[in-house]
């Protein structure tokens, strides 16, 4: 669990957690804790996607993966121990915050739904069962809306819900943290085909056999849309005025990463 979690990551997920909850207002060593659990998730998600019977990775962040490090059997029960502790953590904080507008229920539900078959794992199972021929562009949305931008819309409105953030402004991030986490999808896509594993810290080229936005659109093709993605995601937090600036800035950031 300790290796998969302090790998050299970019946190990009928890970040979002802590500026959102930032921006309603809301910070501290709760909220920190509700952002470990969305990190948590996402240290989960690569350990099983890079197992040999998923993508059957060799490098992440840089190092071996967990299962080569560790072994399979040492890799499923971390992956698994990292997943409840992330329940435990979201249950705990929303207790002690106290909150006005959300339940502890409520918040552990919408971690749940952001993982199960409406969510990362259902966003897996369609990409493990489709084949490259049968994919056009809704269906690899869906799939990478699903597997990758579900924990993005997680991280965010557990956010919000953490800074007790009014139900519109919940909205406002959803349909923000919507657009970048696809945009962020495109993003990844594109350096599989432009990084080096150096780069990227993990293995490049992995999606040679895989339909993916870069094979279906070219590499402008692909920065098109998510540059469009990106511009949805600055679009719908206009109702949040100038506090919204550092979620803008982490719009900017992702687009730079697929130049
Ligand atoms: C039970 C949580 C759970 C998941 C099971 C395996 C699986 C279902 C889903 C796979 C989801 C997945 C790994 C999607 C890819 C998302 C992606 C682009 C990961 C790379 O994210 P970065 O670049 O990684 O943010 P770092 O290392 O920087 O954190």
New binding site residues.
């Given amino acids: 669990m300790h290796y998969a979690l302090t790998g050299p990551?970019?946190?990009?997920r928890p970040v979002l957690t802590l500026l959102v909850a930032d921006l309603f207002g809301s910070r501290g060593e709760v909220v920190l804790d509700v952002a470990c659990a969305v990190e948590m998730?996402?240290a989960?998600?690569?350990i099983?996607?890079d197992l040999p019977s998923?993508d059957d990775a060799q490098r992440?962040?840089g190092r071996p993966t967990v299962h080569l490090a560790h072994g399979e059997d040492v890799a499923l029960l971390a992956g698994l121990a990292l997943?409840n502790r992330a329940y435990a953590l979201v249950a705990e904080g929303a207790q002690r915050l106290a909150l006005r507008r959300y339940t502890s229920e409520d918040m552990i539900h919408h971690l749940a739904a952001a993982?199960g078959t409406g969510g990362?794992?259902g966003?897996?199972a369609l990409d493990l069962a489709s084949r490259p021929e049968d994919m056009d562009l809704s269906l690899l949305e869906y799939i990478h809306s699903h597997?990758?931008g579900a924990l993005f819309m997680a991280a965010g409105e557990l956010g919000a819900m953490a800074a007790d953030a009014k139900r519109r402004d919940l909205e406002v991030i959803s349909r923000y943290a919507k657009n970048l986490g696809l945009a962020?999808?495109i993003s990844?896509d594109l350096l599989d085909v432009l990084a080096t594993p150096e780069e990227t810290?993990k293995d490049t080229g992995k999606d040679a056999g895989k339909a993916t936005f870069v094979k279906l659109l070219g590499v402008d093709g692909a920065r098109t849309l998510a540059a469009e993605l990106l511009g949805f995601a600055v679009e719908s937090l206009v109702p949040l005025g100038k506090k919204a600036e550092p979620l803008r800035e982490l719009a900017r950031f992702v687009e730079l990463r697929g130049r």
């Fill in positions: 990551g970019k946190r990009l998730v996402h989960c998600s690569l099983f996607d998923m992440r962040r997943l993982i990362l794992i966003g897996q597997k990758t962020f999808q990844d810290g």
